[in-house]
């Protein structure tokens, strides 16, 4: 089977590929089995893209393949039906689509009448306004990673070079590994599971996936690294400095909602990408009251000491690269609506900018001057 004729073949695609084969070989042998070479696809809008539809075992009866765009104003295909007959010498045809203007559209390709085969995922199909746009918006995002990445490094280093936590609030750290955890699921979900991808097509039909494979990589890795933070507030000295009694009752109703639409989605009045944008919106507004504990105990320590500065300009950074990236997408795509949808990705970069400068100016402006209290020796 061919899987991409034109630009090659990234490792997500030929791992989505491989999958497909390996499932469609435990079909019985006489179960028609429509297989799509690449299902997501980026193109310009002045030219073309080809993908490959397979038939991987014989029909018995005549029928066609019938390939449905729901957007044609962004693109055509030179085909839409492929009539097929019994004990045919070709099981395998080439589609070639046409860029006609910027957006996201999503082909489906089915059986008619229908018979039993194996349902693939819908084609996402990009086409871009111009290539160095869709480079740049590559780009921006690994910075936006790289320095997201990096931030959770400066506060690690200066616990460990400190032998000391304090000065780092509990409360930020307890709301912060709950919001990372909800988040990684958020994005776990939209990029690998083709269920979730099928109902956001169905909610959000000219929007593509808000949701890319350097999102994945930096929500587990945050995760992961806070746990390490955690393990060391338990080793290091860390004052009378504990969770306080408020996180812990907002924790545990972040708990009770969310096991509320859970249960609403076991007993099918909800569906999994409900579940998984609450998650998303407990996680924004997470990401709003997280640092509210850290700004008020500088303000009563009268000090940023213990908090690093770091971890915050990296933060910072981070943060308005990942809203450029959302403006360039949003540009290149010709989808100002798919901004918007992306209320998580759009909250987070906005909210971490906004408490990044009011860390900015605590620590260069209000408190520049302060003594360090854990150095003269002093405890919280």
Known sequence: MVCDMSTGLHGRKLFLCILVILFCGEIKANAPCLLISNPDISLLYTEKAYFSIVLKTPIQNESNIVIDVNHDKVLSLDRTIIPLHPNMSSNTWNITIIGKHPGNAILTASLNPPQQCLQTSAIHVAVEKDLRLGIASDVIGWIYFTAWTVSFYPQIYTNYKKKSVIGLNFDFLGLNIIGFFLYSLYNLGYYSSSLIQEQFFEQNSHSAIPVQLNDVFFSVHAALVTLVTIFQCTIYERGTQRVSMGARVLMFAYFLYLSGVLGLVLFHTLQWIDFLNQCSHVKL????????????????????????????????????????QMIVLAINLDDWDGFLIDTTKLGLGLFSVAFDILFIVQHYVLYRNCSDIYDLGGSL
Do not use: C, E, H
């Open 285 to 324: 507004t997470i990401t709003l009251v997280k640092y509210i504990p850290q700004a008020f105990m500088n303000f009563q320590r009268k000090s940023t000491s213990g908090w690093s500065i770091g971890n915050v300009l990296l933060d910072f950074t981070g943060g308005m690269f990942s809203i450029l």
